[in-house]
């Protein structure tokens, strides 16, 4: 616009000078206000920036406060799902306190009822397996004989009113065959037995000549110079070791019997038989006898010895266990660690030991060319605790326990079919799918992001173990269960829960002796009762003294059997009237006082 201006002025003639005065008049009106407009938005912009630069400063103090929020709800998020994790596991432990301490210790799946139809007339549905036992009306099979006691016959005569008429007279009696019934009796008493031993002097009736005055020896005595019979030792014997109940009751028994023993007689005479060995030797024999099987299954108890002992801080030692095919090991040890395994099978180079997952077993597996065979109850187990302890996993864990169950019952079938090798193929051929299977579903289940971590934890304990577990798949003859070692511990427990151990080192070692003993006994058909009588009867003959080498072994479990049977097999069985009676014996010696009292 200013161009023009000065087009036109210059085109009338004004001077150049009147020119630049106009044109420079005309800028400042113009740039005036364009300058006022400059400066207010200059002003407005440093306004603008000392907002923004508050707010800026405002976003990261809540920034700062919106991280400092979120890490502290991150935080209290983890924390609630710890705990939550601790109730669950709590709650867990409790339902499995609950079970100890008042449920059924059998694991054994219980059978659904049946269903009984309505009516007179019962019947049962094709899919309703029959109930075992003898059946309504049937025909019984009579009552049992006790064929193998000694028959004692007793005599009843007929009351004094029914060998009178009722006129008043006398009946005639005519006998005809008698009627028979029998019962088993059963008596026990203290006797006082007195053996007189004759004595006598002598003369020769063809030469006269005099010898010394002759005396019949007397009984031998398992205590030398003691009043109690062998009888009596063993009563107490087996009434501690045998049926595990403490010394103080014995004495209550025997008083029953109206025999007044002391505890401290009754403690010194075992002490006494530990020192003599009674029971050592027989329990050295065993445990080499057990040395020789290639497998044998193994466990351990807690058990109390109330003495002090080197390198032993408190009272808790344990009793361990080993069971071969004819014998059963008791160890008491104060350790519980894999050198007892080692001492135990010192001289044995390799062999399968079935066992729980304890770590003692594990330890001695790396160190030894022993193998073990897991125990698949105990993993069974802690399925069971996951499906009571957690609800929600229930039933993924009953889908675990309902495959173990199905795997072991395929293993019974395949060891059933052992002596028959046609028969042992196919189900030692399914036997062995079904571990493939279960082994890819292990896997499979394990590569799962969404696993739960309880669930987890169990497959991968399988996985730990797998090789352990699956050691029956090669070895038929090797159980998938510690039953037996669990079943051998369960009457030292019954000892430990009633008497709580041992106050001695040679009392827990004696019991440790007669546990191996009698569980032996028992594991070959022996009768503990008779075997311990004719034992100590054998060392009462040799002055309270073990049975000399060559005798001693006809005591041995496996040669007492054999001869047993041989004895069974030629002789004749009564089928006479039978009773039975147990006699708890004193042997007096008046001019003796009692040397343990």
């Known amino acids: 616009m200013i161009k023009e201006l000065r087009t036109k002025l210059i085109s009338t003639g004004a001077p150049k000078k009147l020119l630049a005065e106009y044109e420079a008049a005309i800028r400042a009106d113009a740039e005036a206000p364009l300058w006022k407009k400059l400066q207010w938005a200059e002003h407005l912009q440093l306004d603008y920036s000392d907002a923004v630069a508050t707010w800026r400063d405002k976003y990261f103090l809540e920034k700062e406060k919106a991280e400092r929020l979120a890490l502290t709800d991150s935080l209290r998020l983890a924390r609630i799902q710890e705990l939550e994790d601790q109730v669950a596991r709590q709650s867990a432990q409790i339902v499995d306190l609950q079970k100890l301490a008042f449920a059924e210790t059998s694991e054994r799946k219980k059978k659904p009822a049946t269903e009984a139809s309505t009516g007179d007339n019962e019947s049962t549905s094709p899919t309703t397996a029959p109930k075992r036992g003898k059946k309504h009306g049937a025909k019984g099979h009579g009552r049992k004989k006790d064929k193998n006691l000694p028959p004692e016959p007793m005599n009843h005569d007929i009351s004094e009113c029914d060998k009178v008429c009722g006129c008043g007279g006398e009946f005639e009696l005519i ?17 006082l037995r007195i053996h007189r031993r004759r004595t006598v002097k002598r003369r020769c009736k063809s030469c006269g000549k005099e010898a010394k005055i002759k005396t019949a020896p007397k009984p031998g005595q398992l205590i030398p110079r003691g009043k109690y019979s062998v009888d009596f030792w063993n009563f107490v014997i087996e009434e501690k070791y045998w049926l595990q109940r403490p010394l ?47 497998q044998r299954n193994m466990d351990e108890t807690g058990w109390k010895v109330f003495a002090e002992s080197e390198g032993k801080n408190s009272n808790n030692w344990y009793m361990w266990v080993a069971v071969t095919s004819d014998a059963t090991v008791f160890i008491l040890d104060p350790r519980r660690s894999s050198e007892v395994i080692a001492e135990h099978l010192r001289g044995v180079a390799e062999g399968i030991i079935i066992a729980d997952r304890y770590s003692a077993y594990k330890a001695f597996s790396k160190k030894s060319k022993f193998t073990i065979a897991f125990c698949w109850i105990h993993q069974r187990r802690d399925f069971i605790k996951l499906r009571d302890g957690y609800p929600k996993h229930a039933v993924w864990a009953q889908s675990w326990i309902d495959r173990i169950d199905v795997l072991m019952a395929q293993n019974k079938i395949r060891v059933a079919a052992l002596g028959d090798a046609a028969k042992f193929t196919a189900p030692d051929d399914m036997l062995r ?84 003993i009698y569980a032996t006994l028992e594991q070959n058909g022996i009768n503990p009762h008779e075997w311990m009588f004719e034992y100590l009867t054998a060392c009462a003959n040799n002055n309270g003294l073990p049975p000399p080498d060559r005798e001693l072994k006809k005591f041995f479990p496996w040669n007492y059997k054999s001869r047993k049977e041989q004895k069974v097999e030629t002789s004749p069985i009564s089928d006479q009237p039978t009773s039975q009676e147990i006699t708890v014996s004193l042997l007096p010696e008046p001019q003796l006082t009692h040397t343990l009292q």
Request: charged share 25%; glycine share 6%; aromatic share 6%.
């Open 175 to 191: 006998d005809l065959p008698p009627k028979e019934s029998f019962e088993t009796h059963l008596h026990q008493q203290g006797v």
């Open 248 to 294: 103080n009751r014995v004495k209550q028994r025997l008083a029953a019997f109206s025999i007044d023993v002391g505890l401290g007689t009754l403690t010194n005479a075992l002490s006494l038989l530990h020192e003599r060995r009674i029971f050592e030797v027989i329990y050295e024999a065993i445990l080499e006898r057990s040395k020789l099987d290639r």
């Open 433 to 516: 799918t079904m571990v493939t299977q279960m082994k890819a579903e292990i896997d499979a289940q394990l590569k799962e992001e969404g696993l739960a971590k309880e669930c987890r934890d169990e497959l991968e304990s399988l996985i730990r173990h797998w090789t352990g577990l699956t050691v029956f798949v090669n070895n038929p003859l090797v159980p998938m269960d510690n039953n037996a070692a669990e079943r051998a511990l369960r009457e030292a427990v019954l000892g430990r829960k009633s008497y709580y151990g041992n106050r001695s080192v040679w009392s827990g070692q004696l019991s440790s002796h007669l546990f191996t």
